[in-house]
């Protein structure tokens, strides 16, 4: 049986210690239930609005039921165990039913208690649930998610939009949105305090060309997020802002239409499996040779494509790669140095700026784009394992930037 009513809950604890009650009366329910594994063992569920989880009471700790103002409808329970008093507020018949069949429990009169009105909301309601795998549009709870979920799957269902209830789940370790046609990820996104995994392949994002990438850079996620999966979205771009996933281990971008990668890749220190197959690639940003890769996979992309005419470098004049303005030069140092900056505490212009940075083949920064020329190197002296097309010399070619004739 369950009562809907009003409920004050009164440490008796907090009373010795001179600690007064609040005296709000919380629009609560209580249930009375019978445990599953016993015989004649029977509990009290309270729910409200603010503990949503319960408290279950067990009957046999009742120590004493006040019961003079039933009939205006109020009653108050007191347990051994925990020490506390519920003060209940209620329709008054409703009162009287619920208290005649506590009474039934606690003195194990089993023949007067009608089993059938007692509840059996203590089994269900003591899993809070972690996981939910949603493949069918019709296995969406009615209720909204659970706010307990720690993995989420919503896979194949052709969805167009981010269900903004996923942002409600401050819990949630890993999401899988995969398989479906979402072309817009909302920026609040980014504030998801616990998001380690997220897999958005074979969706849309990039299908109207300019992505909305700004949930990149939001501090969480910056700072959480270990895996992204971005396979299969008809990307041409990857936002230069990506380096701030500083977490990120695991980046995969297979099968879309990327015909470059971003220089600022390379500044992503904690990457270590990198999938950038079946792509346009042409070449790879020389700022990656800075990183430590366990695994890539360049395969189905035009890495070996390049003719020696383009590889030719663009002849300068050396001295002007000596003489540099004095943005360029606090720039270097700023990247070198790995000083934090963001749009809130500098411009977003020199935001701009610091984050189109290349890096020397010797891992200096550089900020000039004048001196540059594309180099075939062999991939496997700077990464465990490497998956790419077969070719004579087993090498990709990359666009190398120079800080200095010495490097050239
Ligand atoms: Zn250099």
Not at 90 to 106: A, G, N, P, T
Not at 131 to 156: M, Q, Y
Not at 201 to 225: M, P, T
Not at 257 to 276: F, K, S, V, W
Request: proline share 4%; charged share 25%; glycine share 4%.
């Amino acid at each position: 049986m369950k009562l809907h009513c009003q409920i004050e809950v009164i440490n008796r604890l907090h009373s010795t210690l001179n600690i007064r009650s609040s005296g709000k009366y919380l629009k609560s329910t209580l249930a009375l239930i019978k445990e599953p594994k016993s015989e004649a063992e029977y509990s009290l569920l309270l729910f409200s609005t603010v503990n949503k989880t319960g408290t279950k009471y067990r009957v046999k700790s009742v120590k004493q039921m006040f019961i003079k103002f039933i009939n205006e409808g109020k009653a108050t329970i007191r347990f051994e165990e925990p020490p506390h008093d519920l003060c209940i507020k209620c329709e008054h018949i409703q009162l009287k039913c619920f208290v005649k069949l506590l009474r039934s429990c606690i003195a194990g009169d089993t023949k007067s208690i009608n089993l059938a009105k007692l509840s059996s909301v203590a089994v269900t309601h003591k899993e809070s649930p972690t996981k939910l795998v949603i493949r069918d549009r019709s296995a969406f709870p009615n209720k909204g998610f659970p706010r307990t979920l720690e993995f989420l799957t919503i896979s194949g269902l052709n969805l167009c939009n981010f269900r903004r209830d996923i942002l409600l789940l401050k819990q949630l370790v890993v999401l899988d949105l995969s398989n479906n046609v979402i072309e817009h990820i909302p920026p609040e996104f980014g504030d998801m305090p616990n998001l380690a995994e997220l897999n958005l392949a074979n969706n849309k994002l990039g299908v109207k060309g300019v992505i909305d990438w700004r949930w990149l850079l939001r501090l969480q996620v910056k700072n959480k997020l270990k895996l992204l999966e971005l396979s299969g979205n008809e990307l041409k771009y990857l936002p230069k802002s990506i380096w701030k996933l500083q977490s990120l281990v695991t980046l995969k971008v297979d099968n879309n239409l990327l015909e470059h990668l971003p220089n600022t890749i390379g500044r992503m220190n904690n990457l270590r499996y990198l999938t950038i197959a079946l792509n346009k690639l042409t070449s790879l940003p020389c700022s990656m040779l800075q990183l430590r890769l366990d695994y890539i996979d360049v395969s189905d992309n035009k890495l070996n494509d390049r003719d020696t005419e383009q590889s030719k470098m663009v002849k300068r004049n050396p001295w002007e790669m000596y003489v540099n303005s004095l943005v360029d030069i606090a720039a270097r140092v700023v990247v070198k140095q790995k000083i934090t900056y963001a749009p809130n505490t500098i411009p977003w212009t020199l935001v701009e700026y610091l984050d189109d940075a290349n890096s020397c083949v010797c891992g200096e920064p550089v900020m000039n784009k004048e001196h540059y020329s594309f180099k075939e190197y062999q991939l496997k002296y700077y990464c465990h394992v490497v998956v790419s097309d077969e070719n004579r010399k087993g090498t990709v070619s990359f666009l190398c930037y120079y800080c200095s004739p010495k490097c050239m």
